[in-house]
């Protein structure tokens, strides 16, 4: 295992009800003025603002709304929210909603206190937070992205066409409310997608070093198969409550640093699709189902043993009369099928990019990570964007 030192600083509220129960009282401390940030109106039809709404005005605290924030949240939206948070001497973000959401909000907690070059001084480099970013708290609405257990936030700078995260500690929200019944009216496409999401960030922590006996990679195949277990349950029946509360807890464990503890972690994938959505604005977790199992036929003899290891503990592969190189093909080929079971893309054009993308400008601007089983070269990385085309 590699050193670490952990700590996780965001109170988690799980469960039906858990909104009604502790919100008034959580917000009790911060100072009147309140943030209150959301998508683009999911929850005016679900029912979620109105219950939000008639919690906080029960508390007597001043309510100011910033609304539209949308999937794959921009640089542009983030200072728009900084000049209203500034405007209004904000005390708190109250961020109700998914990873684009929840993202934007930490974001924006950065912009509201910092003067200079947000992008350039946090995104495009590493930055250092010495001072304190606006308070936030997250209602979560739909899981996969782990979004609200972390200090990651996922931008998308328009002008420069970059996708990029930076997971800043000081960002991690001081509380998350995490009410299962929330998700019930997700649609399905984006459901399963979140649902992949999540199975891909721990599939980039899973698949790579050290591959030695540790309690990460053990964690890992437990969590890979709740969600591919539970995504099956929820898909048959949206409203089944445990499946659902496991998808959402599975998205929280996957992203909340626990499981990226001593390992040197991937994310290839998720470098190569942040890319693709810098350049074509595509679904995450469907970005993600395209390009995971094309990526792994490229790297699996590179990580045969843990790949093996991945197609039986995860997959339930017979290995009888199979050499080690096809029993970890097959898990590989195990994951595609899962993919089309649950009804994601597998092809660029079925993820809807077609050929009024340039691709060779979204595969120049990829990076190769540093913690895969092989490095990318640019020229490999276009034949994985060649070879799922269509
Ligand atoms: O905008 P509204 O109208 O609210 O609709 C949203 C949106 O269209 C809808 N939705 C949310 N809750 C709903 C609902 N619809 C019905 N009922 C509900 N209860 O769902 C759609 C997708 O929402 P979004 O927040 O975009 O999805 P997700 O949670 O998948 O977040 C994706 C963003 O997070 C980033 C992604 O790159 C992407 O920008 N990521 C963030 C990470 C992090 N911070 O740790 C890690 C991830 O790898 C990821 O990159
Ligand atoms: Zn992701």
Request: net charge negative.
């Amino acid at each position: 295992m590699n050193n670490f030192i952990f700590e996780n600083t965001t109170k988690v509220y799980f469960g039906k009800g858990c909104v009604k129960e502790y919100l008034a009282c959580l917000i009790g401390k911060y100072e009147r003025n309140i943030m209150l940030c959301y998508g683009e109106g999911s929850i005016k039809k679900n029912g979620i603002y109105e219950e939000v709404m008639e919690i906080l005005a029960s508390t007597g605290k001043e309510i100011y709304e910033f609304s539209g924030i949308m999937p794959n949240p921009t640089y542009r939206k983030v200072l728009e929210g900084a000049e209203v948070a500034r405007e209004n001497q904000i005390g708190l973000i109250l961020g109700v909603g998914g990873g684009s959401v929840m993202d934007c909000c930490k974001a924006i907690s950065i912009a509201a206190r910092y003067d200079g070059n947000v992008w350039e001084d946090f995104w495009e480099r590493p930055g250092i937070i010495d001072f304190e970013p606006l308070p936030l708290g997250v209602i979560v609405t739909v899981s996969g992205t782990g979004s609200e257990c972390n200090g990651g936030a996922v931008i998308t700078n328009e002008e420069k066409k970059v996708k990029g995260g930076r997971d800043y500690p000081q960002c991690n929200p001081e509380f998350a409310l995490l009410d299962p019944s929330y998700t019930y009216s997700v649609p399905k496409f984006q459901m399963v997608s979140g649902g992949f999401d999540t199975l891909s960030h721990i599939m980039e922590t899973y698949f790579s070093e050290p591959d030695g006996d540790n309690v990460s990679d053990d964690l890992a195949e437990a969590l890979m198969k709740n969600v591919i277990r539970n995504l099956r349950v929820a898909i048959r029946n949206p409203e089944d409550y445990t499946a659902r509360s496991n998808l959402m807890w599975d998205a929280a464990m996957a992203e909340n640093r626990l499981l990226k503890l001593g390992k040197r972690t991937d994310f290839q994938c998720h470098q190569m699709e942040h890319q693709l959505g810098a350049y074509t604005g595509c679904n995450h977790g469907a970005g993600l189902a395209v390009l995971h199992p094309v990526y792994y036929r490229h790297i699996y003899r590179d990580g045969l043993v843990k790949f093996k290891r991945f197609a039986i503990n995860v997959w339930g592969i017979s290995v009888e009369g199979k050499s080690e190189e096809e029993i970890a093909r097959a898990g590989v080929e195990a994951l595609a099928e899962f993919i089309r079971e649950i009804g994601l893309p597998v092809t660029l054009r079925e993820l809807g990019v077609d050929e009024s993308v340039d691709l060779r400008a979204v595969v120049d601007s990829c990076v190769s990570m540093q913690g895969s089983y092989r490095k990318m070269t640019q020229d490999e990385i276009n034949k994985i964007f060649q070879e799922v085309q269509d």
